[in-house]
């Protein structure tokens, strides 16, 4: 197997490693101040959950970024013969 | 395994010489207008005052999406409602469409949700004209001080840019990982991710209108002549 192969595969794996664990760490704020939020005002429950929903999936964003670098390194790498 | 940032033309177009490769997506985009189109001029045809049972839901989906637009932006929804609305609804039905055997989803390949971007990316502009005009959408770029020109220039590409890639990376990683589930256990076993990249494809629709809304919105709200600060100055 060709060495540009092996570093195109662990550089995914990486990619997708490192990239889900912000996210992941963001989004699990994001979840529990939003749970705070309605605990103390639930009748503004609607309007948090929105920009809950929102916001979580601009957070995944960055993640899902990660995602697509790591597919372009194992399936359109230019560096790959 | 095929490549999920590639694309294959299904069948050709035309003559020998100038062959039109058609794409998959391309069918499945042309097959949804059609039942959209269709399904609102069915709809629309007789409107009574009593409405029937899908007129109600026609005019429930209706207010739905003005009441959004509100709460959203606290703009009249009237001038955005069919181009959000058409949005919502298009995106919506596309991620679903995953649930038609054999159909791949138009915006899990790379064409549809950049093109989708890209009529966000004129419509910001076209409102923001029709808004402040083109001095008054001009000057939104020179907010808060000129200084910010290159960056509030750059942002605009780069936010329709993310739009699209959002878009494209949760239906696209939705429909990759259905397939590699399904080619380890084909049956039964992709269900639950099924029932998730569901709910994906609806948050994902929900985000795309909103954001588009929230950005059309900052750029006419910009365009705005501002007689406040005018005053106070002087």
């Known amino acids: 197997m060709d060495y540009v192969n092996i570093v195109s595969i662990f550089c995914a794996a990486f990619a997708v490693s490192f990239g889900a ?23 503004a429950a609607n ?13 995944e964003t960055t993640a899902i970024y990660c995602l697509v670098i790591a597919l372009l390194l194992l399936f359109a790498n230019p560096m790959m013969p | 395994m095929d490549s999920p940032l590639e694309t294959f033309p299904l069948f050709m177009v035309g003559p020998e010489s100038f062959a039109v490769p058609i794409m998959a997506s391309v069918v499945v985009t042309w097959a949804i207008m059609a039942v959209l189109v ?10 009574t005052m009593v409405p029937s049972r899908a007129q109600a839901t026609a005019e429930l989906l209706v207010g739905t999406v ?31 469409s995953s649930l038609i055997p054999g ?27 029709r808004g402040g005009g083109v001095g008054g959408f001009l000057r939104g770029f020179a907010l808060p001080n000129p200084v910010m020109i290159p960056l509030n220039m750059l942002e605009s590409i780069t936010r329709s840019f993310s739009m699209f890639v959002r878009l494209f990376g949760n239906v696209m990683s939705g429909v990759f990982v259905i397939a590699i589930v399904g080619s380890l256990a084909a049956l039964l076993v992709p269900i639950p991710l099924m029932v998730l990249d569901l709910l994906t494809g609806a948050v994902q629709a929900y985000i795309f209108a909103v954001l588009s809304m929230v950005f059309i919105t900052s750029a006419v709200e910009k365009g705005k002549p501002q007689t406040a600060p005018e005053t106070k100055e002087s």
């Open chain 1, 21 to 43: 664990l912000g996210p992941a760490l963001a989004e699990g704020r994001a979840v529990a101040a939003a749970m705070d939020a309605i605990a103390r005002q639930p009748e």
């Open chain 1, 47 to 59: 309007t948090i959950s929105r920009t809950l929903f929102v916001g979580l999936a601009m957070i």
């Open chain 2, 38 to 47: 269709l399904g609102a001029a069915l709809l629309t045809r007789r409107l």
């Open chain 2, 66 to 96: 003005d009441q959004q637009i509100r709460d959203v932006t606290g703009a009249a929804p009237a001038p955005y409602r069919a181009f959000v609305g058409t949005l919502f609804l298009f995106i919506l039905i596309a991620n679903w």
């Open chain 2, 103 to 129: 159909v791949t989803p138009p915006t899990a390949t790379m064409e549809t949700p950049a093109a989708l971007a890209a009529i966000v990316f004129l419509s910001i502009i076209f409102f923001g004209i």
